[in-house]
């Protein structure tokens, strides 16, 4: 009788843990870590703001990273505000052709690029060619210990890597914007002028009666903080990088994909807000030029 006991015992067991139990304990750690990871965060960003408003960086710091976030974003903002301003003018000729409202199109083309696509896309672009950057330098940099080495010569990291960064996005975003609503304009007039045929005079007359100077302000506000967030969300990336060079990948595309997502966000809860604002100010819809 013993020796039956014995060999059912050791016979292996079966997880009697039930479905629901594993996909409450997943889900619970899930939300565990995702709270872990906001206070982090916030921790991180009030680091970073105590020390950019009590000392600034340097000039020399300031201005590299000026020209790595603005200058070398210049050409491919602008490039790509180029083509989506055609691409805008081809896919809505056919509806506006068919009522006879084709010279109208400049209204649509510039509305949705000044107040929408033009600050989100600046910041698309700025995460995927900036912010994915920054945050597979911070990671070699933490996986190199070379963030621990300035710990450890009294130099604080956030004061030295994250504070020029974050300046450097914030400051130089809405001229990212700017260039990205000026060049998908003339591409959108070059397609439906040159190309399309549309009168040149009433292109003009109604695109400039569609644009009000609240739209052009609100794009450049909301890039303001789209900048902010690709800035935070990729140093703290980087300065949280796994080991490896596994780790330095994974950072860098976590960085652009949390970005993103938090772009179009902060986009919609924005617009949201300075819609409330443009018309308990103007209720008949008025424009500011």
Same mark, same amino acid.
């Given at each position: 009788m013993?020796e /039956?006991?014995? /060999?059912?015992? /050791?016979?292996?067991r +079966?997880?009697?843990?039930s479905?629901? +139990? ?7 750690? =899930?939300?565990v870590d =995702? ?13 970073m ?6 000392r600034l ?20 903002v ?14 809505s ?5 068919a ?7 400049g ?15 600046a ?9 994915s =950057?920054m ?6 940099m933490r996986?190199?210990e ?29 001229a990212?914007?700017?260039?990205a ?30 644009v009000?100077?609240?739209?052009l302000f609100?794009?450049?506000f909301?890039?303001i ?10 140093c ?15 950072? =860098?595309?976590t ?26 100010l ?8």
């Amino acid at each position: 009788m013993s020796e /039956s006991a014995a /060999s059912i015992s /050791s016979l292996p067991r +079966r997880d009697v843990t039930s479905p629901l +139990r594993r996909w409450v304990t997943e889900w619970g750690s =899930a939300v565990v870590d =995702a709270i872990v990871t906001i206070g982090d965060l916030t921790l991180f960003t009030w680091r970073m703001l105590r020390w950019m408003f009590t000392r600034l960086p340097s000039r020399g710091t300031l201005l590299i990273n000026f020209y790595q976030v603005g200058a070398l974003s210049l050409p491919v903002v602008a490039l790509t505000g180029t083509f989506i301003g055609m691409v805008l003018a081809v896919q809505s000729y056919a509806q506006f052709h068919a009522i006879g409202l084709e010279t109208r199109l400049g209204v649509v083309i510039n509305s949705s690029l000044v107040k929408e696509l033009g600050p989100v896309l600046a910041a698309t672009m700025l995460a995927g060619r900036v912010g994915s =950057a920054m945050a597979a330098v911070l990671g070699t940099m933490r996986v190199t210990e070379q963030i621990d080495a300035l710990t450890t010569m009294g130099a604080d990291p956030i004061h030295y890597l994250v504070v020029p960064r974050f300046l450097a996005c914030i400051l130089l975003i809405p001229a990212l914007t700017i260039m990205a609503d000026f060049m998908g304009i003339v591409g959108g007039y070059f397609y439906s002028v040159i190309i399309l045929g549309i009168d040149h005079a009433a292109y003009l007359n109604h695109s400039r009666e569609g644009v009000a100077g609240f739209d052009l302000f609100s794009g450049i506000f909301k890039s303001i903080f789209f900048g902010g967030i690709i800035a935070v969300v990729s140093c703290y990336r980087g300065f949280h990088c796994e080991p490896g060079a596994e780790g330095v990948g994974k950072a =860098a595309t976590t960085a652009f994909v949390y970005s993103f997502v938090l772009i179009l966000t902060v986009d919609l809860f924005l617009t949201i807000v300075l819609n409330s604002i443009y018309y308990s100010l103007y209720p008949s819809g008025a424009s500011f030029i």
